[in-house]
């Protein structure tokens, strides 16, 4: 099965298994969906994650982190941002602030994939991936 946003699909796969209440979600790996769940796990958007070398393309395994008592998601919104029919890249000066600060934007730069504070820290822009809340 050839697909044309790889990126798209990662979400919409964790998007499914949050509505769907479930613990793990097993997803295709590649190097920039790698990078994606390392930032999502360091922001504490997901419980833990490992990545299974079998096959030419291996698998990426990301256990999803709920609320204890009420079970809410940690990962409310999952919005994907630039697309391959339409690309959207933000400057350090025009960078995206998601829910004023309380979420993340993830952002491929020339120094690897970080998130929207980190880009500011280290006053580089890119591709704006997705926004996370």
């Known amino acids: 099965m050839m697909n044309t946003d790889p990126i798209a699909d990662y979400l919409t796969r964790v998007r499914n ?3 769907a209440n479930h613990r793990v979600v097993e997803i295709p790996a590649s190097n920039l969906k790698k990078e994606i769940t390392k930032v999502l ?3 504490g958007y997901i419980a833990n994650y490992k990545f299974e070398e079998n096959g030419p393309q291996g698998n990426i395994k990301i256990a ?3 609320h204890p008592i009420s079970k809410i998601p940690a990962i409310r919104t999952l ?5 391959p029919g339409l690309r959207k890249y933000a400057s350090v000066d025009d960078m995206p602030r998601v829910l004023n600060g309380l979420g993340i934007a993830i952002l491929s730069t020339s120094k690897g994939v970080m998130t929207d504070k980190e880009a500011r820290l280290q006053n580089v822009g890119g591709e704006v991936l997705c926004y996370v809340y």
Request: glycine fraction near 0%; aromatic fraction near 14%; proline fraction near 0%.
């Open 17 to 19: 298994a949050i509505k």
């Open 79 to 83: 919005t994907r941002v630039s697309k």
């Open 41 to 43: 796990f360091d922001k």
């Open 64 to 66: 999803l982190k709920y």
